[in-house]
């Protein structure tokens, strides 16, 4: 492995990135999700909503049972 190489790899493991829905800092990569796999390592291939803010958002926006029952028509 080249030495800029590990340098650059060892920057990343120690920057941290606010969330921009709940505002805590938290750490970048256990933290947030990536946003593609092809993207590489660099900090700006993961995305601005943490983990939890993001699993948060997923499950309100789903359709409850409520929106989802039908009954068949009387005719």
């Known amino acids: 492995m080249d030495i800029n190489q590990q340098i650059s790899l060892e920057h990343l493991l120690f920057v941290d990135r606010q969330c921009r829905t709940c505002g805590i800092t938290k750490n970048l990569?256990?933290?947030?999700?990536?946003?593609?796999?092809?993207?590489?390592?660099?900090?700006?291939?993961?995305?601005?909503?943490?983990?939890?803010?993001?699993?948060?958002?997923?499950q309100d926006g789903r359709k409850t049972d409520i929106n989802l029952t039908w009954d068949y028509p009387d005719w």
Request: with cysteine.
């Open 29 to 58: 990569l256990t933290d947030f999700y990536r946003t593609r796999k092809d993207r590489g390592a660099y900090p700006s291939s993961y995305s601005y909503e943490c983990k939890l803010c993001t699993i948060k958002r997923i």
